[in-house]
């Protein structure tokens, strides 16, 4: 038996399956992209199955296939190439995660934990998001992740399939791509430590949710094994931590205090970081499965730094 990561060669989906193979887990990785150098440790130790979410086939057939046990959904289309491809992204995002569940009826999966985001909630919110607010995105990407979590439940009780999900923040960590609005909050840490300047295209009072990709891989894992008697609902939100992105340069220089980093703020940028929520409340994941964020300003930027350096023909 063995745990499938769907976008198993992205950035998250890599440091998942380290993580479980840590945990002496048989991993299979499936995406549409076969190689990726975050893979540059383990893909000698992980079964790589090149499949579009797209294809009902193709995921029946590679979870049938491998007897997957457990799946981590963590693959889709993201917010910049959504909104450039919006029937693929519904195709993908929406469709993906049908396709998964399916597979997860048919052949009974034990469990399928479910990566959704911040990106679900709106305009006209307050700073402070909880599972209570209400869910209005305004993007393609996160019409498909509310889409995804409601099926995801309707499977659970139509079904019986253990639908399990988070909604995360901005997800930061070394290897994370370029693209969208919050990847300022990995560039900043990440282009100083490869002993690179950076022009932050925010401004320095630019606040929103950050979450480790340590503590976001843990926190996978964790829902996962918690058990389901004391779950309470289906989805939960990760809070992480919330500094400004001047605070962010502040620790960056403790490390680096040589490094230039210049806040060259783009209009269009500034104006969609500061229509998100600056915090989220992770209560009832503390509340039902125990989980506490542990990585917060300082851990994460020591860390990340470190990993950076460590490694910087990968990163760089």
Request: net charge negative; proline share 5%.
């Amino acid at each position: 038996m063995a745990k499938l990561i769907t976008g198993g060669s992205g950035f998250i989906g890599t440091y998942l399956a380290r993580a479980l193979l840590k945990k002496g887990e048989e991993v299979v990785l499936f995406d549409i992209i076969k190689d990726s150098p975050l893979l540059y440790d383990i893909k000698d130790r992980v079964k790589i199955v090149q499949g579009d979410l797209a294809s009902w086939a193709e995921v029946l057939e590679v979870v049938k296939q491998y007897k997957i046990d457990g799946i981590y959904h963590t693959g889709a289309l993201l917010s910049a190439s959504a909104e450039e491809k919006p029937i693929t992204a519904y195709q993908v995002n929406a469709g993906g995660t049908f396709n998964v569940l399916e597979a997860a009826r048919l052949f009974n999966v034990e469990r399928v934990i479910y990566l959704s985001t911040i990106a679900t909630y709106g305009l006209g919110i307050p700073e402070r998001v909880s599972e209570d607010t209400i869910q209005m995105p305004v993007s393609m990407y996160g019409v498909t992740k509310v889409f995804s979590e409601r099926l995801g439940e309707y499977y659970q009780r139509k079904f019986g399939v253990d639908f399990r999900g988070l909604r995360f923040p901005s997800v930061i960590g070394p290897g994370r791509g370029p693209g969208g609005a919050s990847a300022y909050s990995t560039l900043i840490i990440q282009e100083p430590a490869l002993g690179r300047p950076y022009q932050c295209f925010v401004d320095e009072e630019a606040r929103i949710p950050l979450l480790y990709i340590k503590d976001a891989v843990d926190s996978l894992i964790q829902l996962y094994e918690a058990d389901g008697k004391g779950l309470k609902r289906r989805v939960y939100n990760i809070a992480g931590f919330s500094p400004s992105a001047k605070e962010v340069a502040q620790e960056v220089k403790k490390y680096l205090p040589k490094v230039t980093i210049e806040f060259q703020p783009i209009p269009e940028m500034v104006e969609v970081v500061h229509s998100w929520p600056k915090y989220m409340d992770e209560t009832r994941a503390f509340e039902d499965w125990g989980w506490k964020t542990k990585y917060f300003l300082k851990e994460t930027v020591k860390d990340f730094i470190e990993e950076v350096q460590a490694h910087p023909e990968i990163y760089g």
